[in-house]
């Protein structure tokens, strides 16, 4: 059974950090490239970072790029996003995406989501 579980979502201030991670399990971790996006309310999912299988390419959206690291554990198969200097434009649900095409066929994995609330 395929699962992915974040955690590390909170509430904090403004100028705040945290660590998001997320736990996969039943499928090979190490092939597919995982992304975090986030939903404020009244908006789309927008993608927020995105890491290659092997962690070899990083990208970032362009409103977190400089304050925000996405990295790989693949021993452990868990992601994190570590985020600095929180705004609270940075206020949404946080969710873990793994993405790969195995033997011709897309998967598309999505974690349940995590709070993250800055308050300013």
């Known amino acids: 059974q395929v699962q992915l579980v974040e955690s590390g979502g909170d509430l904090v201030q403004s100028g705040g950090s945290l660590r998001l991670s997320c736990a996969a399990s039943g499928f090979t971790f190490s092939g597919y490239a995982m992304r975090w996006y986030r939903q404020a309310p009244g908006k789309e999912r927008e993608l927020v970072a995105g890491?290659?299988?092997?962690?070899?390419?990083?990208n970032y959206a362009d409103s977190v790029k400089g304050r925000s690291t996405i990295s790989r554990d693949n021993a452990k198969s868990t992601v994190y996003l570590q985020m600095n200097s929180l705004k609270p434009e940075d206020t949404a649900v946080y969710y873990c995406?793994?993405?790969?095409?195995?033997?011709?066929?897309?998967?598309?994995?999505w974690g349940q989501g995590t709070q993250v609330t800055v308050s300013s």
């Open positions: 995406n793994a993405r790969a095409t195995v033997a011709g066929h897309q998967n598309d994995y």
């Open positions: 890491i290659t299988s092997v962690g070899g390419i990083k």
